[in-house]
């Protein structure tokens, strides 16, 4: 079935550690990629996207993600966690084709919790 | 800049009211999106237009009626709303109606239906 899993559903990190948040996608074409963050009672703010080239994207707040296509994977990286960056976030996908134009599909989200 | 603004930032109403939600964006955009969350749920798709008219509606029952009288406002008018329907609605803005355009959100109006 086509869908976008985060696989962990709540992860805590210790302030200064790194952090690696989990996408994977399941669609028979390479959507494009999405990653958002949602503070508590917020909308949502794009960190990144990948559409296509290099496959290690940069994105806000010291924020990457790599595309790895083997592994249909593309996981968000921080290697310093700040307490500040404790929220929801969310893996989203777009798929190519004039029939999906206007639909991001959103994995199910999440939780960062930070430690002092 | 790359704000949508909302209003209000919280709505309480009863099931016989009718409310009206906001949304507003000047960066030229041409679609404009209406979203609702649930508390630790993903946002789902509602509505979305592009160039002011209507071009997905996601089955949403009818008690929701969005409009979108201009290219930079969005409304979502609620009618004999269901305590269900309590939830944060976001709306979100593109600069074109492509799987590639850029979603921009705004900060939700956080309703409660008593």
């Known amino acids: 079935a086509q869908s976008v899993t985060q696989p962990d559903i709540h992860i805590t990190v210790s302030e200064g550690a790194s952090l690696e948040l989990r996408c994977n996608y399941s669609y028979g074409a390479t959507p494009y990629l999405f990653w958002y963050v949602q503070s508590p009672g917020q909308g949502l703010q794009l960190l990144l996207k990948?559409?296509?080239?290099?496959?290690l994207v940069q994105g806000i707040k010291g924020f990457e993600a790599e595309f790895k296509r083997s592994q249909s994977s593309f996981n968000l990286r921080k290697p310093s966690v700040h307490w500040s960056d404790a929220a929801e976030y969310f893996c989203a996908v777009a798929l190519p084709g004039s029939s999906n134009t206007g639909k991001l599909i959103f994995g199910q989200g999440t939780t960062l919790q930070v430690k002092p | 800049d790359t704000e949508v603004t909302q209003t209000p930032k919280h709505l309480v109403m009863g099931m016989t009211n009718k409310k009206s939600l906001k949304c507003e964006q000047h960066?030229?955009?041409?679609?404009m999106y209406w979203y609702k969350q649930k508390a630790k749920k993903p946002p789902e798709l509602m509505f979305v237009y592009s160039y002011e008219k209507l071009s997905i509606n996601e089955s949403v029952p009818s008690r929701f009626s969005p409009e979108c009288p201009n290219s930079s406002l969005l409304n979502l008018h609620l009618h004999a709303l269901q305590p269900e329907d309590s939830a944060l609605y976001l709306c979100?803005?593109?600069?074109?109606?492509?799987?590639?355009?850029?979603?921009?959100f705004g900060p939700g109006t956080r309703l409660t239906v008593l």
């Open positions: 990948y559409f296509s080239g290099d496959t």
């Open positions: 960066m030229g955009h041409r679609a």
């Open positions: 979100a803005s593109s600069q074109g109606y492509g799987s590639t355009d850029t979603q921009y």
